[in-house]
C-alpha cells in the first residue's frame, strides 16, 4: 500500500493541490447546525462546514450550563495549585496574574455582559 500512495503523490503535483485546494475553499459554503444543549434543553445554530439536514442535530452545554458546570471544578483546581478559588467572581477586577484561568475567566465575564 504505501508503494502507491508514494506512486500518487508522484504523479500529484504541489501545483495542482494548491489549484485543487483553493478551488474547494472557494465552493465550500458554511451550513447551519441545529444544537441542543443536554442540561437545559435549549436549542441554537451554529456555522457548520458541512451540510446538515433540517432534522439533524447535536448536542452540547450552552455557555449558561458550560459555567456552571465547569466552575466548581476550575475553583478546586485553583485551590490546589495555591490560588484563590475565585473563577467567576471578580470579573474585570482579577489581581491573580498568574492563574492560569485568568485569561479564560476575564473572557467568560466579558460573554456574560455581552449577553445581558
Excluded at 467572581?89 to 484561568?101: R, V
Aim: net charge positive; hydrophobic share 30%; charged share 30%.
Amino acid at each position: 500500500m504505501p508503494n502507491f500512495c508514494n506512486y500518487l503523490l508522484k504523479r500529484i503535483s504541489a501545483k495542482e493541490v494548491k489549484r485543487t485546494s483553493a478551488l474547494h475553499l472557494r465552493t465550500m459554503t458554511m451550513g447551519k447546525l441545529r444544537v441542543k444543549c443536554i442540561r437545559c434543553g435549549k436549542e441554537w445554530e451554529k456555522e457548520a462546514p458541512v451540510s446538515w439536514k433540517a432534522d439533524d442535530f447535536t448536542s452540547s452545554l450552552c455557555p449558561s450550563c458550560f459555567r456552571e458546570v465547569i466552575t466548581p471544578i476550575i475553583r478546586r483546581k485553583q485551590r490546589k495549585e495555591g490560588n484563590f478559588d475565585c473563577f467567576g467572581k471578580a470579573g474585570a477586577d482579577c489581581d491573580q496574574l498568574q492563574c492560569k484561568y485568568r485569561r479564560w475567566c476575564l473572557r467568560l465575564h466579558e460573554q456574560q455582559l455581552e449577553a445581558s
